[in-house]
């Protein structure tokens, strides 16, 4: 029954809480105070739980409110250091331009552009990754990142539908994957056979006997097509002729050629009844044979006419002419009289009297010179022919006159030490006497001056004049039948 007394003060404990009354009861009753002391135990923690009821008291909180303000504060002045971290983790952008490039029944072939953006550190380069249609499964096509933007995927089934998309690597990261809008189908994409003739062998393709025939000539289609060769619808003479076909050409090859294989071969590329067909013109030649049935036809004063048939083997090749040759029996050397004539005739002039002359004849094709020449059988001597010839009777003329001058002197200006010509024109028959006078006095051998008379053109050279040598210089023509003169002005100025 102690218990309910203990407990009836509990009640009153927060208000004894302030009051100095336990320090001065705990001598008078020993017995309660342990009870009081249980009583406030309890009390204690919700006392405090009470303070903080009235701690919003302007003296209690401000302190720890000024400290949960300061950190704040704080934290806004690290925030813009982290910036400068966040391009170190930027991954290259998306590869551009994924296509695909070819499709066969059991590979794909993609291309692609390198990507806009490839960061800091740079590509490492590309994987490709597939999946099957249905399925999210992507597994990589490539082992280890690859630099080249083509690549094929090999190994596929036929028949398969893929999805197929390409990353950029860098030390960033990897990209945002270009991906083909559409699945690829995988199969044999068929392509009709076209044969790609060389222009050069659009038109006849010319060799020498002897020389090797080496011709590539490039088709297409898928899949890979059938290649034959004929000639005169005969299959080609495998001991002569040699062909090799790869997937998308065909090598005809001869060692040594022959006339015999001229001729035109029929090329046909044949995929499942389709075909393309184009014809390989050659011909082999040769130098051809010599001229047949040559004749001294006729021989008169300097000249010599000679005829000729064209050679029985032209070579496989049209004759383009023929060169014609002299040799004199003095000399005995050859020469050519005519390059190339077209004719099966010709004239040879400019022959020399007295001389003795053989001719000969080669004939020209595409290949060359004839081996050999068709050589005159006679020999043609060209004489001296008797001709009198009478003298034409002129009637003279008396080309008698006197001196004259059509080009008269120019006064000149000149500079000391800078030699000068004075010149004029004068005519008259018998060619007159020419006298050149300075100031009325005649210039007679003196090294300072030279004269000269050529065509009727009369100069005078003055040899680095001084102004002494200024003056009135006079030119005068004299003959028999009388004289004229023309007279100058020099002036001679010193230098500046």
Same mark, same amino acid.
């Given at each position: 029954?102690? @218990?309910?007394?203990?407990?009836?003060?509990?009640?009153? @404990?927060?208000?004894?809480?302030?009051?100095?009354?336990?320090?001065?009861?705990?001598?008078?009753?020993?017995?309660?105070?342990?009870?009081? $002391? $249980?009583?406030?135990?309890?009390?204690?923690?919700?006392?405090?739980?009470?303070?903080?009821?009235?701690?919003?008291?302007?003296?209690? +909180?401000?302190?720890?409110?000024?400290?949960?303000?300061?950190?704040?504060? $704080?934290?806004?002045?690290?925030?813009?250091?982290?910036?400068?971290?966040?391009?170190?983790?930027?991954?290259?952008?998306?590869?551009?331009?994924?296509?695909?490039?070819?499709?066969?029944?059991?590979?794909?072939?993609? +291309?692609?552009?390198?990507?806009?953006?490839?960061?800091?550190?740079?590509?490492?380069?590309?994987?490709?990754?597939? /999946?099957?249609?249905?399925?999210?499964?992507?597994?990589?096509?490539?082992?280890?990142?690859?630099?080249?933007?083509?690549?094929?995927?090999?190994?596929?089934?036929?028949?398969?539908?893929?999805?197929?998309?390409?990353?950029?690597?860098?030390?960033?990261?990897?990209?945002?994957?270009? +991906?083909?809008?559409?699945?690829?189908?995988?199969?044999?994409?068929?392509?009709?056979?076209?044969?790609?003739?060389?222009?050069?062998?659009?038109?006849?393709?010319?060799?020498?006997?002897?020389?090797?025939?080496?011709?590539?000539?490039? &088709?297409?289609?898928?899949?890979?097509?059938?290649?034959?060769?004929?000639?005169?619808?005969?299959?080609?003479?495998?001991?002569?002729?040699?062909?090799?076909?790869?997937?998308?050409?065909?090598?005809?090859?001869?060692?040594?050629?022959?006339?015999?294989?001229?001729?035109?071969?029929?090329?046909?590329?044949?995929?499942?009844?389709?075909?393309?067909?184009?014809?390989?013109?050659?011909?082999?030649? $040769?130098?051809?044979?010599?001229?047949?049935?040559?004749?001294?036809?006729?021989?008169? *004063? &300097?000249?010599?006419?000679?005829?000729?048939?064209?050679?029985?083997?032209?070579?496989?090749?049209?004759?383009?002419?023929?060169?014609?040759?002299?040799?004199?029996?003095?000399?005995?050397?050859?020469?050519?009289?005519?390059?190339? /004539?077209?004719?099966?005739?010709?004239?040879?002039?400019?022959?020399?009297?007295?001389?003795?002359?053989?001719?000969?004849?080669?004939?020209?094709?595409?290949?060359?010179?004839?081996?050999?020449?068709?050589?005159?059988?006679?020999?043609?001597?060209?004489?001296?022919?008797?001709? @009198?010839?009478?003298?034409?009777?002129?009637?003279?003329?008396?080309?008698?006159?006197?001196?004259? &001058?059509?080009?008269?002197?120019?006064?000149?200006?000149?500079?000391? *030490?800078?030699?000068?010509?004075?010149?004029?024109?004068?005519? *008259?028959?018998?060619?007159?006497?020419?006298?050149?006078?300075?100031?009325?006095?005649?210039?007679? =051998?003196?090294?300072?001056?030279?004269?000269?008379?050529?065509?009727?053109?009369?100069?005078? =050279?003055?040899?680095?004049?001084?102004?002494?040598?200024?003056?009135?210089?006079?030119?005068?023509?004299?003959?028999?039948?009388?004289?004229?003169?023309?007279?100058?002005?020099?002036?001679?100025?010193?230098?500046?």
């Amino acid at each position: 029954k102690a @218990a309910p007394p203990a407990a009836s003060p509990a009640p009153t @404990a927060p208000q004894k809480k302030p009051v100095p009354t336990p320090k001065e009861e705990p001598a008078q009753e020993p017995t309660p105070a342990p009870a009081a $002391e $249980e009583a406030p135990a309890p009390e204690q923690p919700p006392a405090p739980v009470d303070e903080p009821a009235p701690v919003p008291t302007p003296e209690g +909180t401000p302190a720890p409110e000024e400290g949960v303000l300061a950190p704040p504060a $704080e934290p806004q002045a690290p925030a813009p250091e982290p910036k400068p971290e966040k391009p170190k983790a930027e991954p290259p952008s998306s590869p551009l331009s994924l296509t695909v490039e070819e499709v066969s029944e059991n590979s794909v072939t993609l +291309t692609w552009k390198t990507p806009e953006q490839t960061g800091r550190s740079g590509l490492d380069g590309y994987v490709v990754e597939i /999946c099957k249609d249905g399925s999210t499964d992507w597994t990589a096509a490539n082992e280890e990142p690859f630099l080249s933007t083509r690549y094929t995927i090999q190994d596929l089934r036929s028949g398969d539908k893929i999805h197929v998309r390409v990353k950029a690597v860098s030390a960033s990261g990897a990209s945002v994957p270009a +991906t083909l809008e559409q699945p690829v189908l995988i199969r044999e994409i068929l392509q009709l056979p076209r044969i790609r003739m060389p222009r050069h062998l659009r038109q006849t393709y010319v060799r020498r006997v002897g020389d090797a025939v080496n011709v590539m000539i490039p &088709f297409q289609g898928k899949p890979k097509p059938e290649v034959i060769w004929t000639k005169g619808d005969q299959p080609l003479d495998t001991n002569r002729i040699n062909i090799r076909n790869t997937e998308k050409d065909t090598i005809f090859y001869i060692r040594q050629a022959q006339r015999s294989d001229s001729g035109k071969y029929e090329l046909t590329v044949r995929i499942n009844g389709a075909e393309d067909k184009a014809t390989l013109d050659i011909r082999v030649i $040769e130098p051809p044979g010599p001229p047949q049935s040559l004749k001294l036809v006729d021989v008169w *004063g &300097f000249n010599v006419a000679l005829e000729w048939t064209p050679p029985v083997d032209n070579g496989n090749s049209e004759i383009k002419g023929y060169v014609v040759q002299k040799s004199d029996k003095k000399s005995g050397k050859w020469f050519t009289a005519l390059e190339r /004539c077209t004719r099966t005739s010709c004239t040879i002039s400019d022959l020399i009297i007295g001389n003795t002359y053989t001719f000969r004849v080669f004939a020209e094709n595409g290949c060359g010179l004839s081996e050999k020449a068709a050589v005159t059988s006679g020999v043609a001597h060209i004489e001296k022919t008797k001709t @009198a010839y009478q003298s034409e009777k002129i009637p003279q003329r008396d080309m008698m006159e006197p001196p004259k &001058f059509t080009q008269p002197l120019t006064d000149r200006t000149t500079t000391r *030490g800078y030699s000068t010509h004075l010149f004029c024109c004068v005519r *008259g028959f018998p060619q007159p006497k020419i006298i050149w006078m300075k100031n009325q006095m005649e210039i007679r =051998e003196d090294p300072k001056y030279i004269a000269m008379i050529e065509q009727g053109v009369c100069s005078l =050279e003055i040899r680095k004049p001084s102004p002494f040598d200024g003056g009135i210089y006079t030119c005068k023509a004299v003959n028999p039948l009388g004289e004229a003169s023309v007279d100058c002005k020099l002036d001679v100025k010193g230098k500046t």
